[in-house]
């Protein structure tokens, strides 16, 4: 372009004088219009100044629908010889109109009448305002839909094809018609000039905004006009007046040495390596940002979508994401190679169509099976991308024929189709669906490269996802498994627990809780947190709560069992501490025995004021710091009064004092509930919305209900025969007195063969028979002994062993285990519905 030449001018197409070879470039003035999102003009050409004769102070900021009139068809005219109709042109996008009202995600490009007179547009050169009594302008014009962070949405090239009336006389070419088009870089040669020329006449944009929006100019097609049926002749910068008699040498020359079976000169060979090192490039960067687009997370639902909207609409215009069910469910790794069977999960679906086009047909998150014939079973088959220039009819009823119901073909026949594997590790995880619009230019075989390397890539990044997500839910399962299931309700108590894993690390830590069935009605309650995340502390916490029930089922006194869990921990190795809270509840005596290692201190909720208070434990030391002593402390309770135990990371946050957290605690506890649920979800909304929390949670909340002295009743019973038949008779009464005669003989029946057996075996201490009315009929025998009763398989003749195994029978539950005094042997018995 000469310096002496208005800016606003790119090249226009000369004759050409066969389909093989493109005619020259020209030049022709050309109009560039800018619109940003709002569809009000940003930047307004001299050139467009000059063909729409709108100055550009008045044109700036302007609804763009205001100013371009271009919309509509030629009419059938004598020039119709020269210029042809619009309705006979060939593979021509939509209106304009429809570009500019934001309908459009893709170039298109047209031919209009545009209305106006000389006098218009010698007033557009001063800023006047148009006329009346226009003459009529035949405009060609070009549309670019423009993505990105910039505030840019639509970028319009128009010319005056007046100008393309005079035929070259050194051509001699014959006219048969004049469409606008787009053709891809790599076709022809002058594009990486259009790169360079475009930001020249876009002077009022930053030279980023510039370059973002001739690549993807470069990328949609650039502007070509049609002359013929076979003749496209690329709009590019000006090459000057001088050299084109050095084109038309060079295509002599090539003419020649190909007729001739000669290898091209050296200095045309190094024309078509630039032109094919150009379009590698582009590719290259066009992955480069892809690359950079995806991978942002390891949340597979994010990844996925990622992966989708990196290539709608730069690469293609529908971009359908179909998975393999295991990488969707966050299983194992899917083994073998896919079949008509696979079910392939669709969970992803982007496309620049109008919404809502898509959804009801090809909905996300269906299932469903491909068979043999379909080009996508190749694809899952083979591992390689699957290219279909054009869907034909034939195809796109085939494809359709596998949704039930519902026809997909005028969605997807006549575009080009592309289907990539998304594979790791030589295994297909699933696979990409990509279509181009009918207008848009086919794909080719370096698009089945590129996407082959893009699926490559986003192959990779999906298996890290899914890999991530499938040890995070194995770390989940984990967790899971090692935390119990507490019944709601215990002996004398209501419980209730939460548990929130971390934010960090896999999403398991070391926090626990438990409760644990005593004799005589008693409940231990636990609550723990070995410091540290992940696997090596979720172990070390199983290890420590299996410690804990053991210990607690030898009914050790709280203080003795922390001591012994202390001990345990030292011969674990000195890797880990823990701390831990541990308290028995009576619910007979009314009163708790909680003893304390480095926890945070319990919270009592008393029924009669309603109060919250934490309890004054001493701290203790942390379970391995070892030859530290442990303290327990009595608490009398109350029937209605509530404890709550938690874990430091429900109460601590980064930058906070605890005591602030302390404080939220003992209120929300203290917050009147409908349910032991509720109570919990209050004490959680309350503390776990303050945000930057990091650490899991463990939480237990037990009403302590206590158990009346009427539904206790208590025997001492001396070692002799004689006291078994003393025992079935007031059991039998007791039974009668609290109106569950119905359950008379199957206790009377167990109690018979329990006090035999203790008064056998035991020492000197008189043997002691309870039993509790509570949700169940408990029953529990004492005596001096230690040794644990064990269940024995016994035959039809056998003598020892038959009373436990008619125990285990008869009871809802039944159970052993080790006192102070000696052990205790127990059964419970579902009450009767009333």
Request: with cysteine; hydrophobic share 40%.
């Amino acid at each position: 372009m000469d310096r002496g030449t208005d800016k606003d001018t790119f090249p226009s197409p000369e004759a050409g004088t066969g389909a093989a070879e493109p005619a020259a470039a020209g030049r022709i003035p050309l109009a560039v219009v800018v619109v940003d999102r709002d569809g009000l003009v940003s930047h307004w050409s001299t050139g467009a100044r000059r063909l729409f004769a709108v100055a550009k102070e008045g044109a700036i900021g302007r609804p763009v629908v205001d100013l371009l009139p271009v919309s509509g068809a030629l009419p059938e005219t004598d020039e119709g010889a020269v210029y042809g109709s619009y309705g006979t042109y060939d593979g021509l996008g939509p209106g304009l109109e429809s570009s500019l009202g934001g309908q459009l995600a893709y170039p298109a490009a047209g031919r209009a009448r545009l209305t106006v007179s000389e006098s218009d547009r010698e007033r557009g050169e001063t800023g006047t305002a148009p006329s009346a009594g226009r003459g009529r302008a035949d405009v060609l014009w070009w549309a670019y839909p423009l993505a990105g962070p910039g505030r840019e949405r639509l970028l319009v090239l128009a010319a005056d094809a007046d100008g393309l009336r005079q035929r070259d006389p050194d051509e001699g070419m014959t006219v048969e018609r004049i469409a606008p088009a787009f053709a891809l870089h790599t076709e022809f040669p002058g594009a990486e000039e259009l790169a360079r020329r475009l930001p020249e006449i876009l002077p009022s944009m930053s030279v980023d905004d510039s370059a973002r929006i001739v690549a993807q100019i470069l990328e949609l097609g650039y502007p070509v006009l049609e002359f013929s049926q076979n003749d496209r002749v690329p709009v590019t910068p000006d090459w000057g007046v001088a050299r084109r008699a050095e084109r038309k040498a060079r295509r002599e020359r090539t003419a020649r040495a190909v007729a001739a079976g000669e290898p091209l000169p050296r200095d045309l060979a190094d024309e078509a390596e630039d032109l094919e090192y150009a379009a590698v490039r582009e590719r290259l960067e066009f992955l480069n940002e892809v690359s950079g687009r995806i991978g942002t997370s390891l949340d597979l639902s994010r990844t996925i979508g990622e992966v989708s909207k990196a290539v709608v609409p730069r690469f293609t215009d529908v971009a359908g994401t179909y998975l393999r069910e295991q990488v969707v469910a966050g299983e194992g790794f899917p083994e073998g190679v896919p079949d008509t069977t696979t079910m392939w999960h669709r969970v992803a679906l982007e496309h620049t169509d109008e919404p809502g086009r898509w959804d009801d047909v090809v909905p996300v998150g269906e299932a469903m099976p491909f068979p043999a014939h379909t080009p996508f079973f190749q694809c899952m088959t083979s591992g390689e991308p699957v290219l279909v220039p054009r869907i034909s009819e034939e195809m796109g009823h085939a494809i359709a024929s596998q949704f039930e119901k519902r026809d997909i073909r005028p969605l997807i026949t006549n575009r080009s189709m592309l289907i990539v594997p998304l594979k790791a590790r030589n295994v297909v995880l699933g696979f990409m669906i990509l279509l181009r619009h009918p207008e848009r230019v086919e794909f080719n075989d370096m698009d089945r490269v590129t996407g082959a390397e893009l699926a490559a890539r986003a192959g990779l990044v999906l298996d890290n996802a899914r890999m991530y997500t499938y040890q995070e839910s194995v770390a989940e399962t984990l967790q899971d498994s090692m935390l119990p299931h507490i019944p709601p309700r215990m002996a004398g108590c209501d419980v209730a627990t939460r548990y929130l894993p971390g934010t960090l690390l896999g999403r398991v830590g070391g926090d626990w809780f438990d409760a644990v069935k005593l004799p005589g009605a008693r409940t231990a309650l636990v609550v723990g947190d070995v410091m540290g995340h992940g696997l090596n502390s979720a172990a070390m916490m199983g290890q420590l709560r299996t410690a804990v029930q053991t210990m607690a089922a030898l009914d050790l006194p709280p203080a003795q069992l922390l001591r012994n869990l202390d001990d345990l921990a030292q011969r674990l190795g000195d890797t880990y501490l823990a701390t831990c809270l541990y308290a028995v509840y009576d619910p007979i005596a009314s009163e708790l025995l909680l003893a304390n290692a480095g926890h945070i201190p319990p919270v009592l909720v008393r029924a009669g004021n309603g109060a919250g208070e934490l309890l004054d434990l001493p701290s203790g030391a942390p379970i391995g710091v070892g030859g530290v002593p442990f303290e327990a402390v009595r608490v009398r309770v109350e029937p209605g009064d509530r404890l709550v135990m938690c874990t430091d990371g429900l109460v601590e946050v980064r930058g906070e004092d605890i005591g602030v957290g302390l404080a939220t605690l003992c209120e929300s506890a203290a917050h009147p509930a409908a349910s032991m649920d509720d109570a919990c979800d209050t004490i959680i909304r309350a503390l776990n919305t303050r945000g930057g929390r990091k650490d899991d949670v463990a939480l237990l909340m037990a009403r302590l209900n206590g158990i009346e002295p009427d539904d206790v009743a208590e025997w001492r019973l001396p070692l002799a025969p004689a006291e078994v038949g003393r025992a079935r008779a007031v059991v039998r009464e007791q039974l009668h007195e609290w109106g569950l005669a119905r359950l008379a003989d199957p206790a009377e029946l167990m109690v018979s063969e329990l006090v035999t057996n203790a008064v056998r075996h035991s020492h000197s201490r008189p043997v002691e028979l309870r039993l509790v009315r509570g949700d169940t009929l408990l029953c529990e025998v004492d005596d001096d002994d230690h040794d644990l009763p064990t269940l024995l398989d016994t035959g039809p003749g056998d003598e020892i062993g038959r009373g436990l195994r008619l125990v285990s029978t008869l009871a809802r539950e039944w159970g052993t285990s080790r006192t102070k005094a000696g052990k205790t042997v127990w059964f419970e018995l579902r009450l009767p519905r009333r």
